[in-house]
């Protein structure tokens, strides 16, 4: 039995969130790497075994939800609990009151918590009084004490995708028809767009909806693009996250940053995050950039690239737009250089293409005594027994012997990667000819 609420329910003031909650697992939505058939989190529940267990997620997939399922299947006593609301003597009271039956203790945002009260709850959890089911949108690894997160189980719940958003959109069309006679009429265009705009969140999704029905002024609504703006306060930008646009606009900031168009680089880039695309795959092709087409000419691309994502991973969006827009701007000026990409695609030719020959014995290693028997690492050169850290070593096998994978280019540090790898090209060479003439001084 659910804790009662201090604010009056009235049906009028219940969200449609709430209205359509599911109250078993054949109504749940999403999450079917832990709830499809065969998989470990169903498997728990149909056996009966629930252990205490953390749920790590973004706002809205159903991680509240998901804890209320497992009560109603276990018929065990559930008592939400709110990390925002609630402090050490309301957890104290709770953990002192009796239970005659199996209770879960759900705790919402429990990463609000500091660690004495997360402590408070240890030695329930332990001797099986509670089990405790945690729901946070932070990491767990630095949220939650050491000491509880190991007699929890972590499951990790993803946002939900564009198939799982239109089921509940579905859903929520037939609750207006039968329970409140509104008829509502969502074309495909808008769909999808309210959709992407909902980036994987149920809880947008069906606060956008009851927006829009309780803003009707008749009995059927056709959801236009224009009423959707109005309603999510933003203009509805033409993009299909799985379609033809998103690949036409991440290719326009792709080589609109490698034309060293800063300006529209930048558009492209607010294109696509105004239009709901995911920050992280927007960093994660920044990132691909950087190596891709800046490569040496420029290492420090890369460096930012990473750190941008890192920094969107932290803040999210909104926030996180100027940091991609930093990296964009700085990947965009930067000197560009294709050298890396060229290079690996010839190595590749290479490694698919040509037989595919052993390491050659002077580079392996040789830990056992038939190996060296074998002549493994036989006259390996150490390059840090030498002046310059150079030897005239063969590396390649015999058939590739001489191949050059990376040509460097006169763009920006690059060039100085090419000078240095003429200087060992130099020296290596002297090594060889010695070697062949070693009366020659």
């Given at each position: 039995m659910q804790q009662q609420s201090l604010f009056c329910n009235d049906e009028k003031n219940i969200p449609l969130s709430s209205k359509l909650r599911p109250v078993s697992l054949d109504e749940y939505v999403g999450q079917q790497h832990l709830l499809g058939n065969g998989k470990i989190l169903r498997q728990l529940l149909e056996q009966d075994i629930i252990p205490s267990m953390i749920f790590w997620g973004p706002p809205g997939?159903?991680?509240t939800t998901l804890a209320q399922v497992i009560a109603n299947k276990t018929k065990a006593h559930f008592i939400s609990?709110?990390?925002?609301v609630h402090g050490i003597k309301e957890i104290k009271e709770l953990m002192n009151s009796p239970y005659g039956e199996r209770t879960i203790i759900f705790i919402d945002e429990i990463h609000r918590f500091n660690k004495a009260q997360q402590d408070a709850f240890l030695p329930y959890v332990e001797n099986g009084s509670i089990i405790l089911i945690g729901a946070t949108t932070e990491n767990p690894s630095f949220e939650v004490n050491?000491?509880?997160?190991?007699?929890?189980?972590?499951?990790?719940?993803?946002?939900?995708?564009a198939d799982e958003l239109k089921l509940i959109v579905q859903r929520a069309v037939s609750y207006y028809s039968s329970a409140k006679k509104v008829e509502l009429l969502i074309p495909d265009p808008v769909m999808s767009a309210l959709v992407n705009f909902a980036n994987g969140d149920a809880r947008i999704l069906l606060n956008t909806l009851e927006l829009i029905a309780n803003n009707r002024t008749d009995s059927k609504i056709i959801?236009?693009?224009?009423?959707?703006?109005?309603?999510i306060n933003k203009k509805m930008l033409l993009y299909d996250k799985n379609g033809e646009e998103h690949y036409n606009i991440i290719s326009a900031l792709h080589k609109s940053m490698r034309n060293s168009d800063v300006h529209a680089a930048i558009y492209w880039l607010a294109r696509l995050l105004e239009s709901g695309e995911d920050p992280l795959y927007v960093a994660r092709r920044i990132i691909r950039f950087a190596s891709e087409d800046i490569g040496m000419a420029d290492s420090r691309a890369l460096e930012i690239a990473v750190a941008a994502y890192q920094a969107c991973h932290f803040i999210g969006m909104p926030e996180c737009n100027v940091t991609l827009c930093h990296a964009v701007t700085y990947c965009s000026l930067a000197p560009k250089s294709n050298a890396l990409y060229v290079a690996y695609q010839r190595a590749r030719g290479d490694a698919l293409h040509t037989f595919a020959e052993p390491v050659p014995l002077v580079i392996r290693n040789a830990p056992t005594s038939l190996m060296k028997d074998l002549h493994y690492g036989e006259g390996y050169k150490y390059a840090h027994d030498t002046d310059n850290k150079i030897t005239d070593m063969q590396c390649l096998p015999d058939t590739l012997s001489g191949r050059k994978y990376y040509q460097p280019t006169n763009q920006g540090t690059e060039i100085r990667v090419k000078e240095r790898m003429d200087e060992i090209e130099v020296q290596k060479a002297a090594l060889s000819h010695h070697k062949e003439d070693p009366d020659t001084d």
């Open positions: 997939v159903g991680k609990f709110s990390a925002a050491s000491a509880l997160l190991s007699r929890c189980k972590v499951f990790i719940l993803n946002l939900l995708s959801v236009t693009e224009k009423i959707l703006e109005q309603c």
